[in-house]
């Protein structure tokens, strides 16, 4: 409110701010009848989550406004702690844990956070739900009594873990749709960010939930954000760090990255799941294997290819792939110190 000439030079920086941030729809109400239902919604948000819960506490609190992301991470981890929901994407994680756990194996399970959601349904208007932290598509096949058993089943777990939408396809067409939403998210996400790395790695099904907290963190670390779409069935993770290489943000989000999959290794999965290792992870590979499992490695390869015609310089290790990175050179700390020099 104000002056006019000054509201929209404040709109102005608001809109640069959530562009910045991600955001994939700005919607100004044209008439006061839209204002008021804007507003009718956030107001109504308290009574609404009784749709989803039988009781509530709700709590009141302030912290300074540069640490919300932070304290809304750290209310999530004391959530998952005391065994209660204060509804976020990891619980999405969750849900998948339960059905492994209850030995229903679909044909499908994959799962997309907030991010991702946005910019798929703006891209293809798939029907999901938008604002949502995370959406799983799960698919059931089988004989029609067992996938009517296992549907129930799942429908328990999914409500147990706060699901506030359950959507079934009604048809071929809607089913199809649904997938086009999932399909489209990788190519959708250059929508909200100029530049992205696609990682690849994989995580036991039961530490889904944990990763996803701990890929959150890294990338509040490095101030970039990450997109999550992965097979969640099987625990293939997908995380796209999106980055600005305008902005000079390159070489953060190659951190993150590489981040992201020694990240996987340590929580007892593998540095890839279904694309491979390549000279991008490569060096990351003394963190899975020991010296003498390389070594192995190389010698196999050595009696198939002894001349390395096949991807020479990918999968192992080496001090040249290892010591130098593809891309715009950078120089040495010994060069910026005037040490050395650059012939």
Same mark, same amino acid.
């Given at each position: 409110d104000g002056p006019v000439e000054e509201s929209e030079s404040q709109f102005e920086q608001v809109k640069v701010i959530c562009d910045r941030h991600g955001c994939t729809r700005l919607h100004i109400a044209g008439s006061p009848e839209e204002r008021a239902s804007i507003w009718r919604g956030r107001k109504a948000a308290f009574a609404a989550v009784g749709r989803?819960?039988?009781?509530?506490?709700?709590?009141?609190?302030?912290?300074?406004?540069t640490r919300l992301a932070e304290v809304l991470d750290r209310i999530a981890g004391m959530g998952d702690e005391a065994g209660l929901r204060v509804a976020n994407v990891f619980h999405a994680g969750d849900v998948v844990s339960d059905i492994v756990a209850a030995g229903i194996v679909p044909a499908a399970v994959e799962m997309m956070d907030t991010l991702a959601?946005?910019?798929?349904?703006?891209?293809?208007?798939?029907?999901?739900?938008?604002?949502?932290?995370?959406?799983l598509v799960v698919e059931l096949d089988g004989p029609t009594q067992e996938c009517d058993v296992q549907f129930e089943q799942v429908k328990k777990i999914c409500d147990a873990?706060?699901?506030?939408?359950?959507?079934?396809?009604?048809?071929?067409?809607?089913?199809?749709?649904?997938?086009?939403?999932?399909?489209?998210a990788f190519a959708a996400v250059g929508r909200i960010s100029p530049d992205y790395f696609v990682q690849d790695g994989v995580v036991p099904r039961t530490r889904l939930a944990e990763v996803l907290s701990r890929i959150a963190e890294?990338?509040?670390?490095?101030?970039? $954000? =990450?997109?999550?779409? &992965?097979?969640?069935?099987?625990?293939?993770?997908?995380?796209? +760090? *999106?980055?600005?290489a305008a902005a000079e943000e390159t070489e953060?989000?190659?951190?993150?990255?590489?981040?992201?999959?020694?990240?996987?290794?340590?929580?007892g999965g593998s540095l890839s799941g279904e694309h491979g290792i390549g000279t991008d992870k490569a060096c990351s590979m003394p963190k899975?294997?020991?010296?003498?499992?390389?070594?192995?490695?190389? $010698? =196999?390869?050595?009696? &198939?290819?002894?001349?390395?015609?096949?991807?020479?310089?990918? +999968? *192992?290790?080496?001090?040249?792939?290892?010591?130098?990175r593809p891309g715009k050179y950078r120089p040495h700390a010994l060069e910026e110190a005037g040490v050395i020099e650059r012939l």
């Open positions: 989803i819960s039988p009781d509530y506490f709700v709590q009141d609190g302030v912290v300074p406004r959601i946005e910019a798929a349904e703006e891209a293809v208007h798939a029907g999901y739900t938008v604002g949502v932290a995370a959406a873990h706060g699901c506030t939408r359950l959507h079934i396809a009604g048809s071929a067409e809607e089913r199809a749709a649904i997938w086009r939403g999932r399909k489209s890294m990338g509040d670390e490095q101030g970039l $954000r =990450v997109a999550n779409v &992965f097979h969640a069935g099987d625990g293939n993770l997908h995380p796209l +760090v *999106l980055y600005s953060r989000a190659e951190k993150l990255s590489g981040q992201i999959a020694e990240l996987c290794v340590e929580l899975m294997f020991s010296e003498d499992d390389l070594a192995v490695m190389h $010698r =196999v390869r050595l009696a &198939f290819d002894p001349d390395g015609l096949c991807n020479p310089g990918k +999968v *192992l290790p080496t001090p040249r792939l290892c010591g130098e």
